[in-house]
């Protein structure tokens, strides 16, 4: 037999293998609730198609998974909860499977799947966010079946909590943990980030176990991730140096003294706990490449807009974005920061790190940052690059107080709307502005 035939029965039996493939199996089926929000969630045995749509008269969540069965190990289906009453589903004759959530009152559904992850397999999540309450007289109006159309995909933001488990990153003088505390802040971003409609986050860990950097790169890179986002906090042997700081990558070269040597503790804990030091100057090399890269310039300009909001309420260390060889932002095509929120070894930075009310505003503030970045710059193929942002629903009244470091086209950019218009509602003359001034933003109702 020639290559060229051996070639050819190769492929063969390739297409033959898949015209075969076992059906897709439903092997769990888990649903939790958190507030007004529910997650559905569905243990595959590989990735698979599935349409999604809403049926009313009474409220209906259907979930059709192509070529697909559910099987045993998924038995018995849970109980309803929260706004779930009942969930049921059937192997249908067309050879795919059916799971149907009767609901008490009409949801959105949103789906995603989630590559399979060493912790756990493929999974298909389904997501039933409240309809907007502006948004209900007209779906009850809907015809009865109404399929559910996403113009593009979401944004999906990986949140990265630093630290875990047998690695405690830093302490503060009573005791506080760097991997408690950027944990809360992670997850509590990650909620803030999930409740908006163009966006999605994916936490590289969600509890306190530790999972090393590669692998937190490879987590991000499976969920597709538009951003990397690594929160942490810094510590100092003077207890006096307090602030926060927002860092991007650099080559060994290029970061000064004081960020290498944060850079090697942060990247203390590699490859299942191996020291960097003797890997240095190999990654030196790879990371030096990465200088070059688009991806760097992305990530400066996402963080100065975390910087901005950050500074807003909290001090400062550093006014710009810092470079240091942080192993944890080596993805090649992802922007990624890595923002130390503030010095755990400051005692007044601790307290603000233990107070939910500060990881509050620190959250919401990484939060305003990201979002400034996407407005500016949405990922092709995204919701939000096709429709744009949300709009202000707050009727024809809604304020903006103009904070320091912000352009008029910014905000512009940020509400939809156009500078013109803006100027026209608030009677300006130029694009002149005033920190602490109060702007009204036209909304829809006066376009
Ligand atoms: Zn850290």
């Avoid at 939809?416 to 702007?439: C, F, T």
Wanted: proline share 6%; hydrophobic share 40%.
């Amino acid at each position: 037999m020639s290559a060229r035939q051996r070639l050819l029965g190769c492929i063969a039996l390739v297409a033959s293998g898949l015209a075969v493939a076992a059906p897709v199996q439903v092997e769990g089926v888990r649903v939790a609730t958190d507030n007004d929000r529910t997650r559905l969630a569905l243990d595959l045995s590989r990735p698979a198609e599935h349409k999604l749509f809403t049926l009313s008269n009474p409220h209906r969540v259907v979930i059709d998974i192509k070529a697909g069965r559910i099987v045993k190990s998924a038995m018995p289906l849970p109980t309803g909860t929260g706004i779930v009453r009942k969930i049921r589903t059937a192997n249908r004759q067309d050879g795919n499977v059916r799971i149907v959530l009767d609901l008490e009152r009409p949801m959105k559904p949103r789906s995603f799947l989630l590559a399979s992850n060493g912790q756990q397999g493929d999974r298909l999540v389904v997501d039933l966010v409240p309809v907007a309450a502006a948004a209900q007289p007209a779906a009850m109006k809907a015809p009865a079946v109404q399929v559910a159309r996403t113009p593009g995909r979401e944004i999906v933001v990986a949140v990265d909590a630093g630290h875990g488990g047998k690695d405690p990153g830093a302490h503060g003088p009573s005791g506080v943990r760097e991997k408690d505390v950027v944990l809360k802040i992670s997850r509590r971003l990650a909620e803030i980030i999930d409740a908006d409609p163009n966006m999605r986050a994916y936490l590289t860990r969600s509890s306190d176990r530790f999972v090393n950097l590669r692998e937190r790169m490879e987590r991000s890179r499976a969920a597709e991730a538009d951003l990397f986002i690594s929160i942490h906090a810094d510590a100092f042997r003077d207890r006096r140096v307090r602030g926060a700081t927002v860092y991007v990558l650099s080559s060994k070269g290029a970061a000064d003294e004081a960020n290498r040597q944060l850079a090697n503790r942060e990247n203390a804990f590699l490859i299942g706990g191996v020291e960097l030091d003797d890997k240095e100057e190999t990654l030196a090399g790879v990371l030096y490449d990465l200088s070059q890269n688009a991806a760097l310039s992305a990530s400066f300009d996402v963080g100065d807009e975390i910087l901005k909001e950050i500074g807003q309420f909290t001090k400062i260390r550093k006014r710009q974005v810092q470079q240091a060889p942080f192993l944890v932002l080596k993805s090649p095509d992802v922007p990624s920061v890595l923002v130390e929120t503030a010095f755990i070894s400051n005692p007044t930075d601790e307290q603000n790190l233990a107070s939910s009310g500060y990881r509050e505003r620190l959250a919401r503030a990484i939060f305003t940052g990201i979002t400034d970045y996407f407005v500016a710059n949405p990922p092709p193929g995204t919701r939000l690059a096709a429709v744009g942002p949300s709009r202000p629903t707050g009727g024809p009244n809604v304020e903006h107080v103009i904070r320091r470091g912000e352009t008029l086209s910014a905000i512009a950019n940020r509400y939809a709307v156009s500078v013109r218009r803006i100027r026209s509602a608030n009677k300006l003359r130029s694009d002149k502005i005033v920190v602490g001034k109060v702007l009204r933003i036209p909304t829809k109702q006066d376009i």
